[in-house]
């Protein structure tokens, strides 16, 4: 599969195993999705653009470099939260966006309702973020709503992706990459990621 990146690292690998454990209450499966975010964010950014940037040392004057481009978080409601301190510790100057999107558990349809984002967002680095990419339904509503609204370079980052959710977001958006710590074996019957981590909006927030 193209423009599919899985981040193994062994560090990432062995939090995302602790994470997935049924016995991680939502104390410790909160802390875990925040650490693999933060660790997950050095590789999603890794080519970023930079510009030169003069600076004066303690001992000489140089030039170094910093990203070219502001950069927009915008984590989907609710998992989505899960993730974004993790992210914002090594991007703290991102601005923050929110896209509220929940499937519905009878058709797995995608129901939008909430949307808040930067006016330049069509000027900045999108990092879109959902630990659970499943039937897809929710991430590709996601970046369609990101494009209309003028945002052009999105990556779509989550933490675990079925094959199927993979599938229906590159036939939809075949520009956007996606980056994930696993790709998983299927979905069940119901829309769930086998073997997944069950629901990841729950687990977070303890409901
Ligand atoms: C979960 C998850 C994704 C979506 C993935 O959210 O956080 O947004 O399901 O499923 P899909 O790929 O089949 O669309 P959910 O709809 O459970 O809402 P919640 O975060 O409010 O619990
Ligand atoms: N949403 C979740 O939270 N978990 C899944 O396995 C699928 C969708």
Redesign the pocket.
């Given at each position: 599969m193209q423009n599919i990146f899985v981040v193994d690292h062994p560090v990432i690998q062995t939090k995302l195993t602790e994470l997935r454990d049924f016995t991680a209450d939502h104390r410790k499966f909160r802390n875990l999705l925040d650490e693999i975010a933060m660790l997950m964010t050095y590789e999603i950014t890794r080519d970023f653009p930079t510009k030169p940037r003069p600076v004066r040392t303690p001992m000489e004057q140089t030039v170094g470099v910093v990203l070219a481009r502001p950069v927009t978080l915008v984590p989907?409601?609710?998992?989505?939260l899960g993730m974004t301190d993790g992210v914002l510790r090594v991007l703290p100057e991102a601005r923050l966006g929110h896209l509220?999107?929940?499937?519905n558990?009878e058709t797995?349809e995608?129901i939008a309702y909430y949307q808040k984002l930067p006016p330049d967002i069509a000027s900045t680095e999108v990092l879109l973020i959902?630990?659970?990419?499943?039937?897809?339904?929710?991430?590709?509503?996601?970046v369609e709503f990101l494009k209309r609204a003028g945002a052009t370079n999105i990556k779509f980052v989550c933490l675990v992706a079925?094959p199927e959710?993979i599938a229906?977001v590159h036939a939809a958006h075949p520009d956007v990459p996606i980056f994930c710590a696993a790709v998983d074996r299927q979905?069940n019957e119901k829309?769930y990621i086998l073997p997944g981590l069950g629901?990841?909006?729950?687990r977070i927030?303890g409901?």
């Open positions: 989907i409601l609710r998992a989505g509220g999107v929940r499937r558990e797995l995608p959902d630990p659970m990419l499943a039937t897809g339904g929710s991430g590709s509503a996601a079925a959710g229906a979905l829309g629901d990841a909006g729950d927030f409901t």
